[in-house]
């Protein structure tokens, strides 16, 4: 049982910057993907950015520019860094990781909050 747990996030102004992190309980080189998603009420979670285990990254359109995402192996840990925020950045961030066990398997942190003011 992977455990993920997202800190970093709160109230920011348009403009500034933010980096969430996420730690696993587990070896972040077990993991096929990890990726950062974001919800807001009433809308599906949709993906922010990932990063494979080799280091690629993608990012959603919407955020390309802004966003950064990295992985520390040693520490175990998934950050986004996120630029010249938005109110429309505002939502729920999660962590989520896949892992490949019997099948291939999700794992998703509890989310934390990012709101931006304009």
């Known amino acids: 049982q992977v455990q993920l747990v997202e800190s970093g996030g709160g109230l920011v102004q348009a403009g500034d910057s933010l980096t969430l992190s996420c730690a696993s309980s587990?070896?972040?080189?077990?993991?096929?993907?990890m990726g950062w998603y974001r919800q807001t009420p009433g809308e599906q979670r949709v993906l922010v950015a990932g990063?494979?285990?080799?280091?690629?990254?993608n990012y959603a359109d919407n955020v390309k520019g802004r966003c950064t995402i990295s992985k520390d192996n040693a520490k175990n840990t998934i950050d986004l860094q996120m630029n010249n925020l938005k109110p429309e950045d505002t939502a729920i961030y999660y962590c989520?990781?896949?892992?490949?066990?019997?099948?291939?398997?999700?794992?998703w942190g509890q989310g934390i909050q990012v709101t931006v003011s304009s």
């Open positions: 990063i494979t285990r080799y280091g690629t990254p």
């Open positions: 587990m070896n972040i080189i077990s993991f096929n993907y």
């Open positions: 989520k990781v896949n892992r490949q066990e019997v099948q291939l398997t999700e794992y």
